[in-house]
């Protein structure tokens, strides 16, 4: 069972179901938050939600329309802001009838006091922490869904709320952990401080878990989980490089909100834009989205091919737009699938334009700054050759020249200050824009080097060899060396050293606790698979990285291993949001020139190069 189709069942058993054994109303309200809304929207379908007697599904923080004669469930997150707004739905009038309340996860003691002291506690019939508080993105995928995250562990001005964030990202991560009835050993990056107090964290709130369920962890195999944590500094490269496989060029370069895509109709003018939900529902995208964009326009034809000809539809050897919508008029009934082909026809012709347009005269610079050498493998000898041109061009966006001079100051392991300002000058980075260079200095990567501090000290992780398909995609993540080195026993513990103090924490009793009782139905029977290898990353992860973890996975079962890979973060990264938050991090005056603004209408490309200023892109909410 897949870590969303878990979650989903989950939601339906202990939420919707459960909450028909202790009330006898037949229809009832559902109210959920912005974490809880993403949760839903990805693992639950609202005819089955409906089948279970819900009538209505409403936003917590906007503007809701008393129903006193119904029932409530709240779903929500154990926040300030969320249980306030649950509070102030009885503070006037009765909103509901009844309330039933649902937390995400474990609430503070003083949120508790909060309800108990108001007016809604006189018609609570229920109040439980079901422990899922993560967005279970894709089958071997999750997120905490808190891109804030970001500023409140690395601005300088936060330094006061970055252990709160990380008590807030560990009881988060717990869940997940604790949803796949897994108690893993846990292991961090020895440069990273952020590494350490999450991992010190997590360990106490997995042992409050191991307390109040014994069995958790246990069952074949299961003592050789481990959850690995790094930070976002361990690996700037991925998030910097413009990957050219399906999904990373679609999330990078196409204007995607919320992983939807739109499209017009060119064939017939005058519909209403097409909007098309990226996720596992759509087969051929989990079939494609992996596979490297000079192959994937060829195999969606393929595929369409072998659809018309099953239901001998015709179809030409070079199927176009126009044979598209000629197939949907002679037979309506197949238009969904149909459908569906013409949307990654659109979406992959829409990628290639962009490549051909901006990405192509990049590929192979950033790709010899990431490896330090060339095709050939021969060291780059002098790369400032390489990255000369780019900058100088008046037509490359300020954002592809930033992360071109990230790549080359990563590869040079910092430089001096009168170079950088020799590279800022001849790619005329405005002042606020220059700030996205500085501030990854605040991710623990060396951007200015003194003469004193050449190089920072401790080991390296030695580079696993990948053989390379395609000459502009050399580069691979450094989570890929960490999931295999770990899996294979490999991975050096003074780099990733082991938590100590692991083995006397896994014996701990006590008395046991209801707000983890729902383990109780669940036995280690349920969970029939082999080891977990958790990789989470504090500050983001992308689309390359993701990826890593279905490769590595599918590799050991390959080999008959039964290890599935799962990869977690904060959030996911797009390369340009990426700039805009490391700029935030000392400023919020000026923002970066981001591609993502202009990608849709690229005759304005020339422009981009001014110093424009974009706002920051919000965390938008998916309506389930």
């Known amino acids: 069972m897949t870590l969303k189709a878990r979650i989903g069942e989950r939601i339906m058993e202990d939420i919707i179901q459960q909450n028909k054994l202790v009330s006898n109303s037949k229809w009832k309200i559902l109210v959920l938050d912005k974490l809880s809304v993403r949760i839903m929207s990805a693992c639950c379908k609202m005819k089955d939600v409906i ?58 003691e003083s949120l508790f006091k909060s309800i108990g002291q108001n007016k809604v506690t006189k018609y609570i019939k229920t109040l439980k922490e079901v422990n899922i508080a993560f967005l279970p993105y894709e089958s071997q995928v999750f997120s905490l869904d808190c891109q804030e995250s970001f500023e409140a562990i690395y601005s300088p001005s936060h330094l006061t709320k970055r252990e709160k964030v990380l008590e807030r990202i560990a009881e988060q ?30 360990q106490n709130k997995l042992n409050a878990f191991k307390a109040d369920n014994p069995t958790m962890g246990e069952g074949p195999d299961k003592a050789r989980s481990q959850l690995i944590i790094v930070d976002r500094g361990f690996d700037p490269v991925s998030v910097l490089l413009h990957e050219l496989t399906y999904q990373a060029m679609v999330q990078d370069l196409l204007p995607i909100e919320n992983d939807v895509y739109k499209y017009e109709n060119q064939q017939q003018q005058g519909l ?114 390489n990255v000369v041109h780019i900058l100088l061009d008046s037509d490359i966006f300020a954002s592809d020249k930033i992360r071109i001079i990230l790549l080359y100051i990563v590869l ?13 000058q001849h790619a005329r980075i405005s002042p606020g824009d220059e700030a996205s260079i500085r501030n990854l200095n605040l991710l623990g990567v060396n951007i200015v080097q003194k003469d004193s501090n050449k190089k920072s000290g401790g080991p390296k992780l030695n580079r696993l060899e990948y053989e390379a398909t395609y000459q502009l995609s050399r580069w691979t993540p450094l989570l890929k060396d960490v999931m295999l080195m770990t899996i294979e026993d490999k991975l050096d513990p003074k ?48 689309c390359s990285e993701m990826r890593a973890a279905y490769e590595v996975t599918n590799q050991m079962r390959a080999k008959n291993q039964k290890w599935e890979v799962l990869l977690g973060s904060t959030h996911m990264w797009h390369p340009n949001d990426f700039l805009i938050d490391l700029m935030n991090l000392t400023q919020k005056s000026a923002v970066v020139t981001s591609s993502t603004e202009t990608k849709v209408d690229s005759s304005n490309q020339q422009q981009q190069n001014t110093n424009q200023q974009s706002s920051s892109s919000n965390v938008h909410e998916s309506n389930i």
């Open 495 to 542: 780099i990733f050293p082991f938590l100590s103090g692991r083995g006397a924490a896994s014996s701990k009793t006590g008395a046991r606790s209801a707000r983890y009782q729902w383990h109780e139905k669940k036995g280690p029977s349920e969970y029939k698979s082999g080891p977990r290898l958790f990789v989470f990353v504090i500050g983001g992860m992308t």
């Open 51 to 108: 089948d279970e007697g819900i009538t209505l599904v409403e936003d917590l923080s906007k503007s809701r329309q008393p129903m006193p004669t119904f029932e409530v469930i709240y779903f929500i997150t154990p926040t300030k802001d969320s249980v306030e707004s649950v509070i102030a739905d009885f503070v006037v009038d009765r909103k509901y009838k009844y309330v039933h309340i649902y937390f995400t996860d474990s609430c503070p």
């Open 412 to 424: 040079r392991g910092g430089i001096q200050e009168s170079a950088l300002d020799k590279l800022i």
């Open 173 to 202: 991560l717990s869940t997940v952990c604790a949803t796949l009835g897994e108690y893993p050993s846990i292991r961090y990056r020895h440069e990273g401080e952020n590494s350490m107090i999450l991992a010190q964290i997590l």
């Open 272 to 385: 209403p834009v097409k909007q098309v939900l990226l996720d596992e529902d759509d087969d051929l995208w989990v079939s494609l989205r992996h596979e490297h964009i000079a192959v994937v326009s060829q195999k969606v034809t393929t595929h369409l091919k072998n659809f018309a000809r099953e239901k001998r539809m015709g179809g030409s050897e070079k199927t176009t737009m126009r044979d598209l919508s000629n197939m949907l008029k002679k037979m309506p009934q197949y238009q969904k699938e149909l459908s569906k082909y013409s949307t990654h026809l659109h979406m992959a012709e829409d990628c290639m334009k962009h490549y051909s347009e901006r990405v192509d005269k990049l590929c192979k610079v950033e790709q010899d700054l990431a490896m330090g050498n060339d095709t050939m493998g021969n060291p780059i000898k002098d790369p400032m050759k």
